[in-house]
């Protein structure tokens, strides 16, 4: 990933001037990139920061108030936490998210994967099958979240109707309706429709192995089961962490199909609708702010840790 | 023969788009629930044909939070893209400061004809920011023909009362139709839950979340009793996905004949009457039932016409205003629609009555509704609303007790009080 000093600094010492301006250019060529970049994720995200230690409504107050860091954690002369770290509606929406994010992204792994090994061997209709898969990732989530509230609709819904006949429900029950498994009902929505972009990076993944090492196994005698597990898995390493840090990154902050299907129901707020919530429906853009840091960090622990382990692959 | 009316029409043609370029466009911010659009639609046209001025209309989310929440960021930016507001009666406090003065265009005498407490409602620091477009309250609507199928006189008068006869009328009904159901209302974690919650609670005597002096009053044994009654009926007369239903949710599984008892708005009414409803003919409405020992209580609602401060046509937009919200206007959307006038002579009107026979008979139930806590949280009745609707939310699905969500609630709103309102 980064090239070691070892191996450059000879070709400095050899030409110092020419390397300086060729970094010259190099540079001024990025300047217009990094402006952009600075304009349209920089300061965006200083600003957030910014605003998380202020108190600011934006329809009341005309500008906003340094408060320090009241908006995580404060205390009130009553004992009162006003603070987002002393909330325990955040800390509800931090356990619905992870639970969202491990169910989904273990469960799209796996059938990715399996997709994955189908489209990958030579069977029929291999053309078809792979454009088959992508349907649900096509449609737009709008679309997508809202045919599934009709499937889970008590009263209207088919899987209602299903799970009333098999007697997994009553009438006028439905999976989303109760607390309980309204939140695995959502991770299958998910499922749904993100199995397919997982299949397709796996594939990708796949297609890089070389054949000839399939046939070597071959003529070691290897069974399909052994080829899988020595051959397979560990040369597919590399595109399943990527693949998993996608994914887990996405499902992080997930928002829109969610909201969609179960709007501020507190089971299945994710942290990102609590944001929206505190920001946009209560217009609190200080404590919003904060919240929304909070997010930040947290993906960022989450992709520290991807990434540093998978550099220890790399290795 | 043949080129003469070619140029006719052409002549035509072109003083109609010259009177157009004249008229400025305006864009409407209208309804979107029932038949909202399309009436909205019939009184803007009307409009733009009589002032030769065009004007577009938005479709506008369902649910009235998502409309403020919008609303709140185009009114946040300084946004002059809208220029007429259809919005909710708890929003003059929330986002008046962004609304024309009405009084500057509309004269007093057409300004005095509506209810005067909406007037007063509408009024933010003398600034009458909205005109009362049409009023709500929650009502209870009621199956008649089953009603007498099984033995009632009359719609119940308490909230035992219709859990007992929801029970009957479901159990037998659901021998030839397993997907029938007691009693629906808005159990969705939202404004609308707010409302309804309120209702129940009101009517047990619990008093109205935070009371008109500020202080936080809804921790108290009748409301807790009232979300006690309420928390009975779900999965027993009321479908246990009552907790993802909005109005419109509530309002399909009754008007297709699924749903014996419905609490909604007006608005419903000549929708079930409709020539292809199921129901047509066999729809009754009441005044909402009582808790013990308390009196019936209906939530405020209704909507307001307001004029974007940032608008480039604050002229014809109020003169839209004015249009939408006349006597003559309330009277066809009440007749057409079930739509509630704001106007006091148009509930004596015969031909309203006709079309819309409770605007009579529930004429009290209008004018004495009772309003949410906006005007004294001000700023803050969105947070107050949210942690409300949480809380009943999740007594209704059973996540926890009466007492202790109510508890919880209190020290809740004692939180964002803070200092006060």
Redesign the interface.
Known sequence: MTTTPTSTRPAVRRSRGLQASRTRVALLLLVPMLLVLAAVAGYPLLRTIYLSFTEY????DPAPKWIGLGNYWFT?D?G???GVLQTP?WWQSVWNTVRFTVGSVLLETMLGLAFALIINSKIKGRGLLRTAILVPWAIPTVVSAQMWNWMY????GII?QWG?RLGLL?????F????DTAMAALIAVDVWKTTPFMALLLLAGLQTIPSDMYEAADVDGASPWTQFWRLTLPLLTPALLVALIFRTLDALRVFDMPYIV??????TMTMSIYA??QL?????FGFGSAISVMIFLIIMIFTAIYVTSLRVKFD | MKKAATLVSLTAAFALSAAHAQGVTLTFACDSVGQGYDECKKGADAWAKQTGNSVKLLQVPKET?QR??LY??Q??AKSGDVDVYMIDVVWPG??G??LVDLKQYIPQSQISQHFPAIIQNNTVNGKLVGMPFFTDAGVLYYRTDLLKKYGYAGPPKTWNELATMAQKIQAGE?KTN????GFVFQG???EGLTCDALEWINSFGGGTIVDPSGKITVNNPKAVAALRTVQAMI?TV???????YGEE?AR??WQ?G?SAFMRNWPYAYSLAEAPNSPIKGKVGVAALPAGPGGKPAATLGGWQLAVNAYSKHPKEAASLVQYMTSAQEQKRRAIQASYNPTIASLYKDPQVLKAVPFFGSLYEVFTNAVARPATVTG?KY??VS?AFS?SV??VL???SAPDAALKSLE?QL??IK?RGW
């Open positions: 409504n934006i329809l009341q009130t009553e009162v936490g006003l509606e609709n008590d009263s209207f209602s009333q009553q009438t006028g029950q439905s989303l309706s109760n607390p179960k709007g501020n129901a507190p089971e929206r919530q946009i429906l209560n217009s609190q | 939070d403020l929440a709140q960021q009114l946040g929330l986002i400061q962004h659901r397993p997907k029938f159901v969705k974690n939202y999965g009321a479908p246990s996905a009552v907790t993802t949710e399909n599984v297709a699924n700023g969105n947070e949210n949480t939310y999740n699905t059973g996540k020290s004692a939180r803070g």
